[in-house]
């Protein structure tokens, strides 16, 4: 089974700065990678995915990702964080369940929570 | 486009009590689940199905059953509630499980607590 890592349950930025919410996985074959964002009290919205067109993948709201092989990453960044960008962010890999079929599953990580301070 | 709807929003049930979450779904998407978000432990799949009939288990199916009559809704049910299974559930659909690259499109959530 694949596994999400997640560094930092907990990151907090100025508005402004960079913001960098920092994903590793496990995989050993080139992996379908997702960054979801989760607003309070909301469900879960795609920011951007990686399905090996292109190493580095544009997301809405100014976010964009790096799939880096070498590292087995795929972290998210932000030039300038905003106040509304305060939220959960989780990565999630995709993988085959039930072998044998062709069914796949999200495995997510255990979520970053991005505090945004003025 | 409605999207993916759920109800109810909150729920508190006592031990032992049952009830059916419900999901639906308006986008025709052939691919429905269940998750749970418990903190700290991002989100587990439950069940999941892949058409109407047809329905598996996830990671944590234990305790909960469910059904896919129609494409468009997904019920989870609740047998005999634990205060273990207090959490919030997410039911997430997409066009087709079978490509791995699907974008999952998820319900707004049902949060519940079991006393």
């Known amino acids: 089974a694949q596994s999400v890592t997640q560094l930092g349950s907990h990151v907090s930025v100025s508005e402004g700065a960079l913001v960098l919410l920092r994903c590793n996985y496990s995989s050993s074959v080139p992996p379908y990678l997702f960054w979801y964002v989760q607003y309070p009290n909301q469900g879960l919205q795609l920011l951007l995915k990686y399905t090996s067109a292109a190493t580095l993948v544009k997301g809405i709201n100014g976010f964009e990702a790096e799939f880096k092989k070498s590292e087995t990453s795929f972290h998210l960044t932000k030039p300038s964080a905003h106040m509304s960008d305060a939220a959960e962010y989780f990565c999630?890999?995709?993988?085959?369940?039930?072998?044998?079929?062709?069914?796949?599953?999200?495995?997510f990580g255990k979520g970053t929570l991005l505090t945004v301070n003025p | 486009n409605a999207g993916v709807t759920q109800t109810p929003k909150f729920q508190v049930l006592k031990t032992g009590q049952s009830m059916t979450l419900q999901c639906a779904q308006d986008?025709?998407?052939?691919?429905m689940s269940w998750y749970r978000q418990d903190p700290g432990m991002g989100l587990r799949l439950i069940h999941y199905?892949?058409?109407?009939?047809?329905?598996d288990q996830g990671e944590v199916p234990n305790g909960y059953n469910v059904s896919r009559s129609t494409t468009e809704d997904f019920p989870l049910r609740l047998l005999s509630a634990a205060p273990s299974q207090t959490s919030v559930y997410f039911c997430a659909s997409s066009y087709g499980s079978d490509s791995g690259s699907s974008e999952q499109f998820f319900g707004p959530g049902t949060r519940l607590t079991v006393l």
């Open positions: 999630a890999v995709s993988e085959e369940w039930n072998s044998g079929g062709s069914n796949y599953k999200l495995t």
């Open positions: 199905s892949v058409g109407a009939g047809i329905t």
């Open positions: 986008m025709n998407h052939e691919y």
